[in-house]
C-alpha cells in the first residue's frame, strides 16, 4: 500500500505552463507504476500519462509533445510538467500508483488544474 499526495495544481492563462508533483509515502516506490489521470466536471477519469518501473513513458494523444512525465525514485514522488496549456486541460488531476503495473490502485485526493481562455 502506498499513500499518495498531489500538489502544483492552480489558475494559469492559455499557453502557460504548470508542474504537478504526487508524493508517496511508503517503501518500494520504485516498484510502482505511476501515473496521472484528469477528470473534468460530468467526464470520466482519463488517464494523461503513465511512467513505469522501468521509466518507459507512455502519454494520451491529446497531451503528447506538451506534457511530460517523470519520477524520482529517491524522492518518492512522480512529476507532470504541462507546457502549453489549453482550456480543455482543464480538470482535477489524479496520481495513481500500481505496484508493478497491476494492480491494485492506489489514488491521491487529487489537484485541481484550471486553464483560462
Known amino acids: 500500500q502506498v499513500q499518495l499526495v498531489e500538489s502544483g495544481g492552480g489558475l494559469v492563462q492559455t499557453g502557460g505552463s504548470l508542474r504537478l508533483s504526487c508524493a508517496a509515502s511508503?517503501?518500494?516506490?520504485?516498484?510502482?507504476?505511476m501515473s496521472w489521470y484528469r477528470q473534468a466536471p460530468g467526464r470520466q477519469r482519463d488517464l494523461v500519462a503513465t511512467?513505469?518501473?522501468?521509466?518507459?513513458?507512455n502519454y494520451a494523444d491529446s497531451v503528447k509533445g506538451r506534457f511530460t512525465i517523470s519520477r524520482d525514485n529517491a524522492k518518492k514522488t512522480v512529476y507532470l510538467q504541462m507546457n502549453s496549456l489549453k482550456p480543455e486541460d482543464t480538470a482535477a488531476y489524479y496520481c495513481?500508483?500500481?505496484?508493478w503495473g497491476i494492480g491494485p490502485d492506489n489514488w491521491g485526493q487529487g489537484t485541481q488544474v484550471t486553464v483560462s481562455s
Open positions: 495513481n500508483a500500481r505496484r
Open positions: 511512467i513505469s518501473t522501468d521509466v518507459t513513458t
Open positions: 511508503g517503501s518500494l516506490f520504485s516498484v510502482y507504476t
